[in-house]
C-alpha cells in the first residue's frame, strides 16, 4: 500500500541513452513534484502538476519531459543523458496545505 | 517564499529532547512553517506544519515565536532512528490550488548519539 511509488529504484545507463522513470501515487493528491537531489544532497524542485496541468517548470533543460497522462501519474523522460543527470530523483504529491509525500527516490548514475 | 536559517548540525544524547531552532524573518502572513527530515538514502518525510499557534503531533511539536520570526521543532524523547537533515521551509499557499512549492534548504544534520 505504497502511497508515491517510484520505479525503478536504481539505474546506471551510458551517455545518450533515453530513459524515462515512472511515479505512481494513490493518495487522491491532485498535485505532483519532480525533485532533483544532487551530489552536494540540496533537493531541488523540476516540475509541478495540478490535475495533469503543468504549473511549476523551473530552468530545466529542454532533455527532461515530464508527463502525466492522469492525476495519480508523474512520469519523467530524460533524453541524451550526460554525467550531470547523475543523482537522486524524487516524486512527490500533494493536497492543499498539508504535507507532501515523498517517493523512496530513483538513483540515476550516467556513466 | 521566505528564507529560513538553521544550524548545519546538531547533537542529541539518546532519550533527552531535541530542540531544532529555525528563523524565518522574513516570513509573510500567509505562509506557514513546515518540517521536513530526510533519513539516510530516502525519501524527506513530512513531520509537520504551523501557521502562527503550536502545533504537535505523534512524532513532534512545534513552537512558533509571537513575531512569527523564528520556530523550534522538538522532538521530545530522540531515538537513534531519528538521526537525519531536518529542513525547516516556509511556503505560501495560492488560493484553493496547491501551487505552493517547497524550497529546500541545507537543513540541519540531528546526530543522536547513544
Known amino acids: 500500500d505504497t502511497a508515491v511509488s517510484q520505479t525503478p529504484k536504481y539505474l546506471v545507463t551510458q551517455m545518450g541513452n533515453d530513459k524515462s522513470i515512472k511515479c505512481e501515487q494513490n493518495l487522491g493528491h491532485d498535485t505532483m513534484y519532480w525533485y532533483k537531489q544532487d551530489s552536494k544532497k540540496f533537493l531541488k524542485i523540476m516540475f509541478s502538476?495540478?490535475?495533469?496541468?503543468?504549473?511549476i517548470n523551473e530552468t530545466v533543460p529542454n532533455r527532461f519531459s515530464p508527463k502525466s497522462p492522469d492525476k495519480a501519474h508523474l512520469n519523467l523522460h530524460i533524453n541524451s543523458l550526460e554525467l550531470g543527470d547523475s543523482a537522486v530523483y524524487f516524486c512527490?504529491?500533494?493536497?492543499?496545505?498539508?504535507?507532501?509525500?515523498f517517493g523512496s527516490g530513483t538513483r540515476l548514475t550516467v556513466v | 517564499d521566505a528564507k529560513t536559517t538553521q544550524p548545519t548540525s546538531m547533537d542529541c544524547a539518546e532519550g533527552r529532547a531535541a530542540n531544532l531552532p529555525c528563523n524565518h524573518s522574513t516570513i509573510s502572513g500567509n505562509e506557514y512553517v513546515y518540517w521536513y527530515r530526510q533519513i539516510h538514502s530516502q525519501g524527506p518525510q513530512y513531520i509537520i506544519h504551523?501557521?502562527?499557534n503550536n502545533e504537535t503531533n505523534e512524532m513532534a511539536s512545534l513552537i512558533i515565536t509571537e513575531d512569527r520570526k523564528s520556530s523550534t521543532l522538538i522532538l521530545p524523547h530522540a531515538t537513534l532512528r531519528d538521526t537525519a537533515v531536518y529542513y525547516c521551509i516556509v511556503r505560501g499557499i495560492h488560493g484553493s490550488s496547491n501551487t505552493g512549492k517547497l524550497i529546500f534548504g541545507q537543513g540541519t544534520t540531528l546526530q543522536v548519539k547513544p
Open positions: 502538476y495540478n490535475n495533469k496541468e503543468l504549473i
Open positions: 504551523g501557521l502562527k
Open positions: 512527490a504529491s500533494s493536497q492543499t496545505i498539508y504535507g507532501y509525500t
